[in-house]
Nanobody, 123 residues
Framework: HVQLVETGGGLVQPGGSLRLSCAAS????????MGWYRQAPGKERELVAV????????NYAESVKGRFAISRDNAKNTVFLQMNSLKPEDTAVYYC????????????????WGLGTQVTVDS
């Protein structure tokens, strides 16, 4: 069984910063891609950022390029999202995901999701 737990959400004023963390735990053999999605009220879930297994390749939604930075600590099975210059339109529930090879996945990588953390940008 694999669990992902996000932390770091909260209320911040426009122009402020937050750092989200997501730690994966459980019967993990290997983690490939990790990333963040978000879902605002009344909208579909959208990709925010993704990072490769070694951390050398990243990809961002156009709306967050230059403001957000994704990173990971493979020793701790953790992915981070540094969010700067936050805007009200960044308000959403942020979900992390990880593509994991576990002891119980039958030799296949599977996507696992956290429960989400609320980010609210409001003055």
């Amino acid at each position: 069984h694999v669990q992902l737990v996000e932390t770091g959400g909260g209320l911040v004023q426009p122009g402020g910063s937050l750092r989200l963390s997501c730690a994966a735990s459980g019967s993990i053999l290997s983690i490939n891609t990790m990333g963040w999605y978000r879902q605002a009220p009344g909208k579909e879930r959208e990709l925010v950022a993704v990072i490769s297994s070694g951390g050398g390749n990243t990809n961002y939604a156009e709306s967050v390029k230059g403001r957000f930075a994704i990173s990971r600590d493979n020793a701790k099975n953790t992915v981070f999202l540094q969010m700067n210059s936050l805007k009200p339109e960044d308000t959403a529930v942020y979900y992390c995901y990880a593509t994991v090879l576990s002891y119980t996945s039958g030799g296949a990588y599977r996507n696992y999701w956290g429960l989400g953390t609320q980010v609210t940008v409001d003055s």
